[in-house]
């Protein structure tokens, strides 16, 4: 039964989903990592309580609907239904489809059902210009995703599901690699691409893994071939704002077209 009481995510994924169906009346905390550079969330936003996946904080903040993201539920949802309070978990989603079931399933959930269906049809609307600009260009360039780990992404990742999208080629997946390997400086310097697909580099955290900033060998492919950035708040999984990362693809695309045109 949906609830009056206000809304409280406690990921960025979550924090994704529920910025997009309720509106600030609704919300009463986002994520604690809402306030970080990762984050899309608007600026009054930032200025909410944050919330964590533990029961022990949800309890204090006690809100209406506590919004978990995919497997992130588990035990705290067990303690919380044992206070009588509420929570929903997204499901796992690697591509639109799984974006618009999480839209419906949230959206019944809050009573948004009107808003989560406007949030499907603008989603629906967006990715038929996308393959309007895709059937307008010459070819569909071969496009490597390189995150600040120097890891990538092959098939069935969020990320090839935007590629493709945007009219490009994840030349990963056409290599026949699935899922998030592990990218190295021998593979990403064998690969021909056309396009170097970077995201997480300038608002990722700061880590010891982030070889991708430092190795010689990226900077090389880097400098050597065009590339562009995605907005880590995008994609920080198959969210309603994939397809801003898809858009923007779109228009790393049209630039290279055009500079290859020159």
Known sequence: ???????????LCADSYVLALAGPERISALSWQAGH???AAPGWARDLPRAWSDAERLYTLSPGLTVFGTGEGGRTQRLLARTGLESFELAWANDFD???DNLRALGERIGGEARAAAAIAELDARLERLETRTAA??????????SASGATAGAGTYVDEAIR???????????GVNGWPRSDP???LGVEADIVLT?????????????ARHHAAYRLVLEERPNGTVPAGDWMCAGPRLIDAAERIA????????????
Do not use: C, K, Q
């Open 165 to 175: 999208a945007a009219g490009g080629v994840n030349v990963m997946a056409d290599a």
């Open 1 to 11: 039964m949906p609830s009056d009481d206000g809304i409280a995510s406690t990921s």
């Open 186 to 188: 021998e593979t990403v």
């Open 251 to 262: 228009d790393i695309i049209d630039a290279w077209e055009r500079e290859e045109g020159a």
């Open 199 to 211: 995201s997480f580099f300038a608002e990722g955290y700061a880590s010891t893994y982030n070889h």
């Open 137 to 146: 260009r010459g070819r569909r360039p071969r496009v490597l995703y390189l």
């Open 98 to 100: 799984g974006v618009r």
């Open 37 to 39: 550079a990762v984050s």
